[in-house]
C-alpha cells in the first residue's frame, strides 16, 4: 500500500495466479502501519484495495468479525482467515473491513485525483454518502501491483475520533463478473457504535507487552506498539519508537519458497525506508514457526538515521511480520526489547 492521505495525524496463483497473490499480498498487509515522519502510516489508498457495480440476491447481513460493521456476504464469498472480511479466494477477490484510529476528514484527505495520481491511482469517481448517521464517501479507482491491474471501490465514514473502510477488490479482468455483487455488498454496510472496536482476541497470533513498550492500537491484522501505549495526536518531527506485529494478507494459498531473500526484500524494497544497509542475519524459530531475523540500518523520509529489526515467521501460508524502528543513537537502549518482545509471539487458538 501507499501512505495514508491524513498526513497530519496519521502519516502514521499458477503463475499467473501466484503472481496476482504477490500482487495482493504486497499491497495491503504490513505496509499498512510504518512510521513515517513521527505518527503511524496507513496506507489507505495503496493497500486496501477494492471493486463493484450493480446489485444481486443476498442472505441475510452479517457481522464482520472483529468490527462493528455488519454487511451482506457476496454469493460465492467466505469468511476470511487472515483478514476482518470476506473473500473468493479462486479470484483473488474480497471485501475487507478496517478501522483507523484517525479523523475521517483527515484521514479520507488523500482521495484526491491529484494526490491518488502521483501515487500511480486513477480515481474514476467520488460520491459523497451517509452511512449509520455518519459522514462518508464512496470512492472508486483502479491501480496496478506487479503489473496486474486492480479496480478498487472505497466506502470510507466516520466522525473526528474514527474512520470506517469497508473495501472490496478484485482484479480487473473480474470486474464484469463479480463487480455488480460486490458493490451491493460494500453498500449495505452499517455501524454499530455500541460494540467494542478490535480486541487482541480477534487476532489469530498474540504480541505481548514487555518494558518499555506498550500496545498502542490494533489496526486490521496488525499490533502497533510504542513507549506510551498511545498514538500521538499531532505530527512528530522525528521518527518515534515503534513495534509493528502483522498478518500477511492474502486471499489465496501463497507459499514461500526462498524465505531467506522474501526477507531480505520485503525489508530492502519498504517504501519508508532508504539506504538500507544489512547486519546481520539469522534463522529463528518463534511458536514453533521457522523464521528470519534481520538487523540493519536505514534512513527514514526526513534523512533521519534508523535502527531497524525485522522478524519474519513462515508458516505453511503466508507469513507474520513484526518490524520495529528507531533512531540509531537509541539501538542500544531498544534493541533488547524490540528482541524481547518478538520473542513474545504466539499462534492463538482458534475458539
Not at 472505497?154 to 475520533?161: Q, V
Not at 531498544?334 to 524481547?340: D, L, V
Request: glycine residues 6%.
Amino acid at each position: 500500500m501507499s501512505p495514508t492521505p491524513s498526513q497530519h495525524q496519521y502519516q502514521a496463483a499458477t503463475t499467473g495466479f501466484r503472481r496476482l497473490q504477490r500482487a495482493r499480498s504486497s499491497s495491503t498487509e504490513m505496509d499498512s502501519v510504518w512510521s513515517q515522519t513521527g505518527t503511524f502510516r496507513w496506507f489507505v489508498l495503496g493497500g486496501i484495495l477494492l471493486c463493484f457495480s450493480i446489485c444481486a440476491s443476498f442472505a441475510e447481513s452479517e457481522s464482520v468479525a472483529g468490527t462493528r460493521v455488519t454487511i451482506e456476504k457476496p454469493p460465492g464469498f467466505e469468511k476470511a482467515t487472515t483478514f476482518s472480511g470476506f473473500q473468493k479466494s479462486d479470484v483473488a477477490a474480497s471485501i475487507m473491513i478496517t478501522e483507523l484510529p484517525a479523523p475521517f476528514r483527515s484521514a479520507t484527505a488523500g482521495f484526491d485525483e491529484k494526490k491518488m495520481a502521483e501515487r500511480g491511482m486513477k480515481l474514476l469517481s467520488k460520491v459523497d454518502s451517509k452511512v449509520s448517521n455518519y459522514d462518508g464517501m464512496v470512492v472508486e479507482f483502479t491501480q496496478s501491483a506487479q503489473g496486474i491491474a486492480f479496480h478498487k471501490w472505497i466506502l470510507a465514514f466516520g466522525d473526528d475520533t474514527f474512520t470506517q473502510l469497508v473495501s472490496a477488490t478484485c482484479p480487473e479482468t473480474e470486474a464484469n463478473q463479480l463487480g455488480a455483487v460486490m458493490k451491493h455488498a460494500v453498500l449495505t454496510a452499517s455501524f454499530d457504535a455500541s460494540k467494542s472496536p478490535m480486541q487482541p482476541k480477534d487476532l489469530g497470533f498474540e504480541v505481548s507487552e514487555v518494558p518499555g513498550l506498550k500496545l498502542a492500537t490494533l489496526v486490521q491484522n496488525a499490533m502497533i506498539f510504542n513507549t506510551t501505549g498511545q498514538l500521538p495526536k499531532q505530527k512528530l518531527d522525528y521518527t518515534p519508537v515503534s513495534f509493528v506485529a502483522a498478518q500477511s494478507i492474502s486471499t489465496g494459498r501463497m507459499e514461500i519458497k526462498d524465505k531467506v531473500k522474501f526477507a531480505q526484500e520485503r525489508l530492502l524494497v519498504s517504501p519508508e525506508l532508504s539506504g538500507v544497509q544489512l547486519l546481520s542475519e539469522t534463522d529463528v524459530k518463534l511458536a514453533n514457526l521457522p523464521g528470519r531475523e534481520i538487523v540493519a540500518t536505514a534512513k527514514s523520509k526526513s534523512n533521519e538515521e534508523l535502527f531497524v529489526y525485522q522478524v519474519m515467521l513462515f508458516p505453511a501460508d503466508g507469513y507474520y511480520l513484526m518490524r520495529a524502528e528507531c533512531l540509531l543513537s537509541q539501538r542500544k537502549e531498544y534493541e533488547p526489547s524490540f528482541k524481547s518482545l518478538a520473542r513474545t509471539f504466539r499462534l492463538r487458538t482458534a475458539n
